[in-house]
């Protein structure tokens, strides 16, 4: 009987349950600081200069390092070679350097600085780099806006350092046990950061009647104190495994440029990253731009300015009923006993329909925006739950993509015939939104548990390091395009409630098509192959 008692951290539901939730925290923080200003893009405008182009290429900088100086294959190195613990504290310490310069960026501190002269001076021209039509920078751009961009490269190495982390540590506590669950539950609480961003960063620029963009970005800069601080305690914990287990961290297991030839020989590895490129570039990019997209498309009368719902506690109020949402959806899926279950889904239910009537009473096209993540806070423990017991990941990724091709859609051309009804374009910009929100659920839950199938397990660090890089690639184009495409469109336009975003959805929609036939493509491969894509997670 003896032997049967639970011997280490990883064999303790609660022990890998609290593991989990530091590393989801920690992503938590750092999804908020990642779109930090995209919901106060007019705000940018208006206050320090940056057009379309200029927000956009400022956006995009977050991964130009991941992407053209490879940081994120020696991200992926050094996660191989130095193990879990040490790279999520690194990265989370990259983050916090690069968010305290972003911070700096957009001071008043900054402008009239000899900073400021210097970067007005500077980078105007980026030799190779301007050749290949790739510069982070170009001449007329905002110098607050450059060294933004500066700060925001050093960020993104942090950030995307910490999702291969995150990834690995998951499949370091979970494999053979729940998997796809783990990591789905740890994306919804982690994609909660967009609706805490949506919601707290106008609330913190507009505080106190006094308009100061900096303020938000400062409320980004302690979170990531915060994640410093989750991922130091994530470190003893992960530290106590090893030595319970006898495990010797990853570290003793060299990494040789060798072993990435079984990756990238995996027709499995280039059809899960090329989906993973084509339907991440159709959300992030848009998430920058989605506040400002439905103050285009959605007719909003700001309320008075003596009313409760000109407030800033209706701000409190109403993230705590989104709380109420996403804790209610997401324990209900915990619940043994049905009617306990159907109770937390009631509740959440109705906190979620509480939550849309505030939105509609603010007229705030932020806290519109920010029922993003909400349902996929719900169903995503369901789909890796079912990921897990059923299978099915290449069926749900063809799914999330017709999903992802009718909402783009829908925002292209069925959002704007609704400008003039109050009520009408509110309604289908929430219901569009929480859709758009479940499908990106379905990527987590079938996409990242996935990859241990197609590579040997002393290489998965490098595994979701390659993925996360050719995905960067898009992640570092398409704010940039969508910048560029929405002021070519957009001609002689400079109120940034007026632009026509018809041309930037149209081209995220057939991103979606595109992987809509790749979905295709690699379920038939892993029925010829036997992937396993198709089978249970918990076997």
Known sequence: MTQEIQKTLRDSAAMRWTALLLLALAMFCSYIFMDILSPIKDLMQEYRGWDSTAFGTMQGSEVFLNVFVFFLIFAGIILDKMGVRFTAVLSAAVMLTGAIVKWYAVTDYFTGSSLEVWFNNNLNYIPVFDELGVSPFYEGMPASAKFAACGFMIFGCGCEMAGITVSRGIVKWFKGREMALAMGSEMALARLGVATCMIFSPFFAKLGGNISVSRSVAFGVVLMCIALIMTIVYFFMDKKLDSQTGEAEEKDDPFKISDLGQILTSSGFWLVALLCVLYYS???PFQKYAVNMLQCNLTLVEPSQDSFWASSSVTIVQYVIMLVVAAAGFASNFQKVKRNQLILLAISIISLITYCYMGYMRQSAESIFA???LLAVLITPILGSYVDHKGKAASMLILGSVLLIACHLTFAFILPLFKDSAVGGII????????LGSSFSLVPASLWPSVPKLVDAKVIGS???????IQN??????????GKVLDKSNPGVTDPTKFDYTAPLIMLASLGIAALLLGFVLKAVDK???????EPNIK
């Open 282 to 284: 159709a959300i992030f």
């Open 371 to 373: 029922v993003f993540p």
């Open 428 to 435: 289908i910009a929430y219901a569009t939104i929480l859709v």
């Open 463 to 469: 595994a979701y390091a390659l993925i996360f890089w």
């Open 473 to 482: 690639i898009g992640l570092w184009l398409f704010p940039l395009l969508i």
């Open 528 to 534: 010829k192959k036997g992937l396993g894509l198709e």
